[in-house]
Nanobody
Framework: QVQLVESGGGLVQAGGSMRLSCAAS????????MVWYRQAPGKRRELVAT???????NHADSAKGRFTISTDNPKNAVFLQMNNLKPEDTAVYYC?????????WGQGTQVTVSS
């Protein structure tokens, strides 16, 4: 049974920084890619950033220049460094691990940015 557990969320003032972590546990060889999504109240879940097993990254336009995704491959962990946070970044942030056969989701961590 594979589990992804996010941590690092909380309350921060606009302009502040926060680092989210997502750790995988259970029997798994490796992920082809790991992804951060977020979902704000009343909105659809949106992709924030991806990183492949080869280290190739992609960030949504809303995250470029402020967020950075990184990974610790041996530990199947993924991180999201968020700088210059804005109130519109308030959302539940989810990580997803993608394998050739399926994908696994974490339970989410709340990020609230106050103005």
């Amino acid at each position: 049974q594979v589990q992804l557990v996010e941590s690092g969320g909380g309350l921060v003032q606009a302009g502040g920084s926060m680092r989210l972590s997502c750790a995988a546990s259970g029997t798994i060889c490796s992920f082809n890619a790991m992804v951060w999504y977020r979902q704000a109240p009343g909105k659809r879940r949106e992709l924030v950033a991806t990183i492949t097993s080869g280290g190739v990254t992609n960030h949504a336009d809303s995250a470029k220049g402020r967020f950075t995704i990184s990974t610790d491959n041996p530990k199947n962990a993924v991180f999201l460094q968020m700088n210059n946070l804005k109130p519109e970044d308030t959302a539940v942030y989810y990580c997803k691990g993608v394998t050739p056969m399926t994908a696994y989701w974490g339970q989410g961590t709340q990020v609230t940015v106050s103005s």
